[in-house]
């Protein structure tokens, strides 16, 4: 069974980890999307109250995209009265969106513990756009000898080259047009990274440069582990270059792993 976590509000991004699980678990296998706004990784100023929620047309989606089951608990169902046991991975969630979101990853990882308890799956499909919370959860799968694969998709993006995101609805038409300069700067890294640049410090302020406002951080860290790269890249080592930014009041995040192919941004 294959197992996609979200959190709702499904677009090409989540069609797209769909279709890998059923790649993944052949006709015959059972593909569960979960749809759970989980309010444990939300901080108190963050957007949980007004995430979209749109079940009914998901699950239409869902069925469409081939979907076997989907599983949309209530909160007070994964978090029933009681309930204190919490999971943390701190050294993956403690840099770049740990610094700002300082309960979030221990609300991811305590949520996709429980859903993997719930259902039970062989593989779960995760999207390498959230790829500090990919790389969290491969850490933790990996830790407490879960018997499940956890698989990162390559990032959905739009013609433009703006990663998919429930967040981008927030965008009002001229921020829009100022998120697209998020691609932009993750592809001239690429291409210094390519004409063999190889300080971490030019790559991460040309990022900053060619980006709108000031970044909440754009920063380099080793791919695996997201741990700290030291001053200059090494051979063999795929680093992650992943940014965060508010736009108006829209938190955008996007990454790239130098050393490694990124279809979605290098030229075709
Ligand atoms: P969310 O509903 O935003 O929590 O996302 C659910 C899953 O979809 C996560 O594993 C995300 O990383 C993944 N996802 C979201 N946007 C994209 C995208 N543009 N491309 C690929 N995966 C995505």
Not at 95 to 110: D, Y
């Amino acid at each position: 069974m294959a197992l996609v976590p979200t959190m709702g509000a499904l677009h090409r991004g989540h069609l797209t980890l769909m279709n890998e699980a059923r790649r993944r678990v052949g006709p015959e296998g059972l593909v569960v999307v979960s749809i759970f706004v989980n309010p444990t990784q939300f901080g108190p100023t963050e957007d949980f109250a007004r995430y979209p929620r749109e079940l009914d047309a998901d699950v239409a989606r869902c069925a469409t995209a081939g979907v076997d089951r989907v599983f949309a608990p209530a909160a007070d169902a994964m978090y029933p009265s009681g309930d204190q046991t919490r999971v943390r991975v701190p050294t993956i969630a403690a840099p770049l969106c740990g610094v700002s979101r300082p309960v979030h990853f221990e609300g991811v990882a305590t949520v996709v513990t429980k859903l993997f308890a719930l259902t039970g799956p062989c593989v779960a499909l995760f999207g390498r756009k959230d790829y500090q919370q990919f790389r969290l959860l491969a850490r933790l799968a990996r830790d407490l000898f879960l018997p499940v694969d956890v698989v990162g998709v390559p990032t959905v993006r739009e013609d433009d080259g703006l990663a998919l995101s429930s967040r981008n609805r927030y965008l009002a038409a001229d921020e829009r047009v100022l998120a697209a300069s998020i691609p932009t700067a993750l592809r001239a890294a690429r291409a210094a990274y390519a004409r063999g640049e190889r300080d971490v410090g030019t790559l991460e302020d040309l990022v900053r440069g060619r980006l709108p406002v000031v970044p909440e951080y754009a920063s380099l860290r080793g791919a695996d582990d997201l741990v700290d790269v030291g001053a200059q890249l090494l051979p063999n080592s795929p680093a992650v270059l992943a940014v965060a930014l508010r736009i108006g009041a829209t938190r955008l995040i996007d990454n790239t792993v130098l050393g490694e192919p990124d279809p979605g941004l290098d030229p075709s």
